[in-house]
């Protein structure tokens, strides 16, 4: 019997979710959409915007988004497929917010990002210092859509 998998990902665009539903299609995967207690709106995304809600979020590394709903079962999980995209080369401060809610130790945890151009960065080495110890991070897999070609890439 497979390890139980759960695909979570954030997206606001609609790219990270249209590649985390035909992930978790391939993998038969649970799916759990990461949703902000305030959701955002467009002017709230406008990064060209210093005064715009994603642009403070990302420039206070203590920002911590209320997240809307939690994983109930994630002790069942033993591979996290998590998913978003990249804001100033790192996961959006949501992410944070998800991973801080969990114990994922024991964990195998898959990150995959979506971006036209943008690297990851250092985004499984920030992600990674908000866990306890004994999670297994593998390398953010960066995706332009969901294409079987990108998910491959993942897989």
């Known amino acids: 019997m497979g390890k139980k998998s759960l695909v979570a990902y954030f997206s606001c665009s609609g790219v990270t979710k249209s590649v985390a539903e035909a992930l978790a299609g391939t993998l038969n995967a649970d799916l759990f959409e990461i949703k902000a207690k305030i959701p955002y709106t467009e002017a709230d995304l406008d990064w060209e915007d210093k005064n715009s809600r994603s642009t403070l979020e990302m ?28 804001w100033w080369y790192v996961a959006p401060t949501i992410i944070n917010t998800f991973v801080e809610s969990y114990d994922l130790s024991g964990k195998t945890i898959i990150p995959f990002c979506t971006s036209g151009g943008s690297e990851p960065g250092k985004t499984v080495e920030v992600l990674q210092a908000l866990c306890l110890e004994g999670v297994t991070w593998k390398p953010c897999v960066r995706l332009k859509d969901a294409s079987d070609e990108e998910i491959k890439k993942l897989l």
């Open 59 to 86: 420039n206070d590394p203590s920002s911590r988004p209320e997240i809307a709903a939690k994983v109930e079962n994630m002790k069942e999980y033993e591979i996290i497929y998590l998913g978003f995209p990249i």
